[in-house]
């Protein structure tokens, strides 16, 4: 059985449908980070496993008390992907620290980069 003749048979999804019959789509290119972010993003995840053991938890714990797939959780830790706000919260709270603690900044980010200037000030 070819693949044209596959179609409309079973349940193939509308993306596969467009594949099998041979069409072409965009398919939109995934940007790859800055590098500067993957460095940001190494540095919340040092955060999160120095405090993970400071308060002396396991990976288990942590993915016990949160929820999250031991996959996921390992991936943030060794900052192979970015974690969503929503797990980062979990993360904190399973931990027992504010979250500001994780994702804090060590220095400022420059002036062009921190928004428009204040008009009231001098």
Do not use: W
Not at 27 to 34: E, G, L, Q, S, T
Not at 110 to 119: I, L
């Amino acid at each position: 059985m070819g693949a044209a003749s596959m179609i409309g048979k079973g349940r193939v999804y509308p993306a596969c449908k467009t594949i099998l019959s041979g069409q072409r789509e965009t398919v939109p290119r995934v940007i790859p980070p800055d590098p500067r972010l993957i460095e940001r993003r190494r540095r919340v995840a040092d955060r999160i496993r120095a405090a993970r053991l400071a308060a002396d938890l396991s990976q288990q714990d942590i993915v016990h008390r949160t929820g999250l797939d031991r996959s996921t959780y390992q991936d943030i830790e060794r900052a192979r992907s970015s974690p969503l706000l929503d797990n980062l919260f979990r993360i904190a709270d399973a931990i027992g620290v504010p979250l500001s603690e994780l994702v804090r900044e060590e220095r400022p980010l420059p002036r062009e980069r921190q928004g428009p200037p204040d008009p009231s000030s001098p």
